[in-house]
Structures are given as C-alpha cells and as structure tokens.
C-alpha cells in the first residue's frame, strides 16, 4: 500500500461548486503540505501544516481552505471552484524529526474546473 | 523571496549519454536541496537531498552537486538510459527559524527524454 494517498484520483467540476481533495499518510509524519503544479511554473505551496493544531498558508492560499482531521489527515478544500483553479495538486508530508525534512509525495489529483 | 531556476527546460539524448541538469536559486540561506523525478501522472519521487553543509550526494548514476555561495546545483546522469526520460525538479528549503523552515521551493522543472 502507497504511503501517502491522495483521492480523488481525477475530477472534473463546474464553475462554483465546493471540492475537497484528501490525503491520507500511513508515515507516520507530523508534517503535511498540499502544493498545485501547473505548467511551467513547478510546484507551489498553498497550505501546510506542522502538526494537527498547526496550519500555516503557503504561497498561493486564496481560494483554498484546509482541515487537519487527524495527524494522518490533511484536506484541501476549494469553497467555490474557478477555472484558474485546474491544475494537478500534491499532497506531501515529511517528518520533523529527521535531520533533512525530506517530503514524501502523493500520486497526485488532476483537477478540472470548466 | 527566493526564485528557483532550471535550465534547459527540455532535453533530448541518445541513450548512453552523460548529461548534466543546472539549478539556479537566488537566495543562498539554504538548508538543504533536493532533486525529485516526476513520471507522467505520477508523483514526485525524492532522487538526492544536499544538506547546505555538503558539496556532493551519489546514488548510483546520480551525482548532485552544490555550490551555495553561487547559488547552483547540477544534476548529473551518467549514461543515461531510456527509463531515465522523466521531468526532474529541484527544490531548496530555506534556513530559518519559525513557519518558514520546512518549505520548498520548486524550479519548473527540465523535462528528459532519452532515445534508444
């Protein structure tokens, strides 16, 4: 079984409509973080979380909420999806207690808003 | 803020060929970097991380190299195979204290290809 799991897998949307993406760690890890990748501009931060009490915005937060249910959890809501929102998301988590923080990532969600 | 740059942005090899990838990061006050492959549909899969402290990591045909103060990192493959064709990403994470510790920043990416 994968480490880290994302689901959906796929989505398509409308314009409007509330989405939440899931991720679930069997890591064991108090960190969790959710990025979007587009093309040509990499990964980009939107939400992270240190542990369940700790949730921090990353680089690109508007339009998004999250919900830390649990240490293995870590949900990304889009409360009223836009086309710009269409892009792969990542969840990643990675282990404070090592020395190197290494992040360990998802399969990915592709998501389409028309 | 720090940018992270990758060039090229796209390469085409002939099998067997050593190739190297460049890193570029504007703000030297690094922990560590790290280089990740990406298959298509899939996720990242962490190849090599360079804590701030060392110049060089190895693992099998993978040397990354880093030189902070220049604010560069290059990927090398050594005789590069058609399973290698994958988008490699490099990611830096800053030193310091406080919320910012622990984020990564991603370059876009050079998407290989190897031919047989």
């Known amino acids: 079984d994968a480490d880290v799991t994302q689901t959906p897998r796929n989505r398509i949307t409308k314009t409007g409509k509330r989405i939440m993406l899931e991720c679930s760690q069997t890591?064991?890890?108090?960190?969790m973080y959710w990025y979007r990748q587009d093309p040509g501009l990499g990964l980009r931060l939107i939400y992270y979380?240190?542990?369940?009490?700790?949730?921090n915005k990353g680089e690109i937060s508007d339009g998004y909420s999250v919900s830390r249910q649990a240490q293995a959890k870590f949900s990304l809501s889009l409360e009223s999806a836009i086309p710009n929102q269409t892009a792969l998301y990542f969840c990643?988590?990675?282990?404070?207690?090592?020395?190197?923080?290494?992040?360990?990532f998802g399969p990915g969600t592709r998501l389409t808003v028309l | 803020k720090q940018e992270v740059t990758q060039i090229p942005a796209a390469l085409s090899v002939p099998e067997g060929e050593n190739l190297v990838l460049n890193c570029s990061f504007t703000?030297?006050?690094?922990?560590?970097l790290q280089w990740f492959r990406q298959d298509p549909g899939k996720g990242l899969t962490s190849l090599l991380l360079?804590?701030?402290?060392?110049r060089e990591q190895t693992s099998g045909r993978l040397n990354a190299s880093l030189d902070k103060s220049s604010g560069r990192s290059t990927l090398y493959i050594a005789a590069s195979q058609p399973g290698d064709s994958a988008t490699y990403l490099c990611?830096?994470?800053?030193?310091?204290?406080?919320?910012?510790?622990?984020?990564?920043?991603f370059g876009q990416g050079t998407i290989l290809t190897v031919h047989p």
């Open positions: 990643a988590t990675s282990d404070f207690g090592t020395n190197t923080d290494t992040q360990y």
């Open positions: 890591k064991g890890h108090d960190r």
């Open positions: 979380s240190f542990d369940v009490k700790d949730i």
């Open positions: 703000d030297s006050a690094i922990y560590n």
């Open positions: 360079i804590q701030s402290s060392q």
């Open positions: 990611a830096v994470r800053p030193y310091a204290g406080g919320t910012s510790y622990g984020k990564l920043t």
